[in-house]
């Protein structure tokens, strides 16, 4: 029986007369049908299939190679920096002698028999912190001579030589190591410009015996202090090879070892300022001193088991000659070492500085540091590439290539522009980009689609969508020429180029289709999101100042608000990059 | 019998099996329905496969809210039909247009037969005639409606309507209803 309200209604459970044709026939050409249009597939997965995951792997290889390359190289600073805060830090271990960035530094290494003498016999010289604790008799008042980290300043105690008796003389520098005597000293041939300062024995008539030959100087202090005068003098030598320096060390030996207390002054050209010092240790003073060195159990010194009493003189020059010190001082210098001089002149028994240098010393520590902090913001400019970028859309499945945002033709809007900066991090640079007008095509993809009564399906599709853009990759050079990057892409959707197409049911012809913009804040929420975040990679090909390549776009998340409509074309741009600032 | 939604989800996703089940489960539904077109079986069983391919490449605009499946299948292979009938008989260059031409519009022949007895009558009218009436007839369609169907005239299809009932009349005279 049929019903007039047939075709509104129909209904399937209807008493409708038994095919003609069986239904496997029937069938079978249907499906003959189906094969020519409609690929028979298996049902995939809900995840979105295998089709989009070789994007997975391939982001994943990537980025785990750019974080592998990047841990170690922060491995590897992290090792050097605690090497020399370890370095700083201990007695007896490998101390830096050259603190130059790290690469610069020379290592030497202080024995824990020297260390612990040095402790036990209240080194006369102490370069570092702990060392200095040791000696708290000394008073500390501390004048920085360099600067911190070879722009830092430097600092030389106020030497109380009251208190210190036999020891009357302390040098003490943050960042100055201490080589012992038995160490052979080394002059840095690293730079032209390195100071080695030792602590030594001089006449205060030969302090005028430094002499500058270029800025290669050489500063000899041997710890030699004679209680009579109470004076501390500096033997300031002009080395520039290290090899004068090493002799005149070992004849200031020869001159301890002959027993007689005399100081020794040499200058590089080997002459022998020899002079006898009138100096006489008074017994009390000397005693009192002895002991403590034979606390210390001087090496290869036989006697100091028989009677610590009966050291002689010198033995305890002996020992005291290998207390040098090997002060490396970076340039450039708050003031010349010469004021270093004209403050011992000046303060015969301690080693002071006047009002006038401190000023000017707390005035060249503050202009260094200026200095640092403005060498640092330019050390990180100079780090940074920057500049610009056209990316041309690849058509790869849009119809609407030349419509634009206005839902006109705008060619112009094919180049679109970007901002992109990039700094290196571990084996390749990380790079940051903005895009004033990024241009998402995403095909023709139906958003909504609705029957209306009279059999007109209209269904709403997008074209493209319009925003801004930012980027962030990673960028690994497999060779000199070729790069190949990875990264993500935030992209917002302010805008959408939609086609509106009415299509008769019944004819399955279209009736009308319009090509409308459509704001996204207004329009949007219904059909697409505000943003969308997209993997990437690039390949690109370097030559000079310029960059060329292309790069790939797989939205991670989906373009549509709806659920049910899933929109993530892969889109493709050719790129144009300019490295205006090369850091 | 399976789950309309389990079947449904796998067409859209272009399963073979579920798309068997959908046809099996629709094919009588849609076989009569192109039955009321067409006389042979070859144009019945084109009609009605052009539709369903339509069905099955069209399946995820579907829009359950508007209506049940079988529906919107049925309207989707109606229109093939029609589609198909256009083609082949060239249904605008065999009617003869007459703008004018008054119709007279009494109940139903169809109201009180059978299947067999419809596609009986219906097998005697001319295929563009037969189209025809049985929108107008069977399947309640307004003249309005099925000049736009058909992209004629509605004096045409008052025209055709008309041709039809003269000739079931004689139809009806020479061979009663059985």
Redesign the interface.
């Known amino acids: 029986m049929h019903d007039e309200t047939l075709h509104t209604n129909p209904g399937l459970n209807s008493n409708f007369p038994i095919p003609d044709v069986p239904a496997d026939d029937a069938w079978d050409k249907m499906n003959t049908l189906l094969d020519g249009t409609i690929p028979p597939t298996s049902v995939p997965p809900k995840n979105g299939g295998g089709n989009g995951m070789w994007w997975v792997y391939i982001f994943g290889l990537i980025c785990l190679m750019g974080f592998v390359g990047w841990w170690f190289f922060a491995k590897e600073q992290h090792k050097n920096g605690s090497v020399a805060k370890n370095n700083s830090n201990q007695a007896g271990q490998v101390l830096p002698v050259n603190n130059d960035a790290g690469n610069q530094r020379k290592e030497m290494p202080v024995s824990g028999t020297d260390t612990a003498a040095f402790k036990n016999n209240t080194a006369p010289v102490t370069a570092d912190s702990n060392m200095a604790a040791t000696t708290s008799n000394a008073t500390s008042n501390k004048y920085p001579v360099n600067t911190k980290n070879n722009k830092g300043a430097h600092l030389i105690e106020k030497i109380t030589t009251k208190n210190i008796t036999a020891q009357p003389t302390l040098l003490r520098a943050g960042n100055v190591a201490v080589l012992p005597s038995t160490s052979k000293p080394k002059v840095s041939k690293d730079t032209a410009r390195n100071h080695v300062i030792t602590a030594g024995v001089s006449h205060p008539s030969q302090q005028n015996n430094y002499n500058k030959i270029g800025s290669n100087r050489t500063l000899v202090a041997n710890s030699k202090t004679y209680k009579r005068h109470n004076k501390t003098y500096f033997n300031i030598l002009n080395n520039r090879q290290g090899g004068k320096n090493e002799s005149s060390v070992a004849d200031d030996k020869k001159v301890f070892l002959s027993d007689k207390a005399t100081s020794v002054n040499k200058t590089t050209n080997g002459k022998d300022n020899r002079q006898k010092n009138a100096t006489t240790i008074a017994l009390k003073q000397r005693r009192l001193t002895d002991q403590r060195m034979a606390s210390g159990k001087l090496p290869n010194d036989k006697n100091d088991n028989n009677n610590n009493s009966s050291l002689s003189i010198a033995n305890r020059i002996k020992w005291k000659a290998r207390q040098k010190i090997k002060i490396t001082i970076h340039p450039p210098l708050p003031f010349d070492v010469s004021d270093s001089i004209a403050i011992a002149k000046a303060g015969k028994n301690n080693l002071q500085l006047t009002d006038n240098k401190v000023q000017d010393v707390v005035a060249a520590k503050q202009k260094n540091k200026k200095n640092a902090a403005k060498s640092s913001k330019d050390n990180l400019s100079k780090m940074i590439t920057a500049g610009l970028q056209w990316n041309f859309n690849v058509p790869v499945n849009s119809g609407y290539y030349f419509t634009g945002a206005t839902g006109k033709s705008q060619p112009w809007q094919l180049l679109l522009p970007s901002l992109w900066a990039s700094k290196k991090a571990g084996i390749g640079r990380l790079m940051v980009s903005f895009t004033l007008l990024q241009q998402n095509l995403t095909g023709k993809k139906v958003l909504s689609s609705s029957t209306d009564t009279s059999y007109i399906t209209i269904s709403t599709s997008v074209i493209k969508t319009f925003g801004l853009g930012a980027g962030l990759q990673y960028n690994i050079a497999i060779t000199p020429a070729f790069s190949v990057s990875a990264g993500f892409n935030y992209n917002t959707q302010s805008k959408a180029l939609l086609v509106e197409d009415s299509v008769s049911v019944i004819q399955s012809v279209m009736a009308t289709s319009s090509v409308n913009v459509a704001n996204t804040p207004s329009n949007g929420p219904a059909y697409l999101k505000p943003s969308f975040i997209t993997g990437k990679i690039e390949f690109a090909y370097t030559r000079a100042k310029f960059d060329v390549g292309i790069n790939v776009q797989k939205p991670l998340t989906n373009l549509s608000s709806a659920s049910n409509v899933n929109i993530k074309p892969v889109s493709a741009q050719v790129f144009f990059r300019w490295k205006i600032k090369r850091g | 019998m399976d789950n309309p939604i389990t079947i449904l989800e796998?067409c859209i996703?272009?399963?073979?099996q579920s798309?068997?089940k959908l046809?099996?489960?629709?094919?009588?539904?849609l076989?009569?329905?192109c039955?009321k077109f067409f006389e042979e079986?070859h144009d019945?069983?084109s009609a009605?496969?052009n539709g369903?391919?339509?069905v099955?490449?069209n399946i995820?605009?579907y829009?359950a809210s508007?209506g049940?499946l079988?529906?919107?299948a049925?309207?989707?292979v109606?229109?093939?039909a029609?589609?198909y009938l256009r083609n082949k008989n060239n249904i605008s260059e065999t009617v003869e247009l007459v703008a004018d031409i008054e119709f007279d519009q009494q109940k139903?022949p169809?109201?009180t037969?059978?299947?067999?007895d419809?596609?009986f009558y219906l097998g005697k009218l001319p295929a563009a005639t037969r189209a025809v009436c049985t929108?107008y007839?069977?399947?309640?369609?307004s003249i309005k409606?099925i000049a736009?169907?058909l992209?004629l005239k509605e004096g045409t299809i008052k025209w055709h309507l008309n041709e039809s009932r003269t000739r079931l009349k004689i139809i009806f005279n020479q061979i009663p209803i059985r």
């Not at chain 2, 037969?113 to 067999?116: A, G, I, N, Q, V």
């Open positions: 796998g996703l272009y399963d073979r798309q068997e046809y099996r489960q629709f094919y009588p539904g076989y009569a329905l039955k079986e019945i069983l009605l496969n369903m391919l339509n099955f490449q995820k605009q829009d508007k049940e079988f529906s919107w049925y309207s989707i109606r229109n093939a029609l589609t139903s169809f109201k037969l059978e299947w067999k419809i596609y929108l007839y069977v399947e309640g369609f409606e736009s169907q992209q």
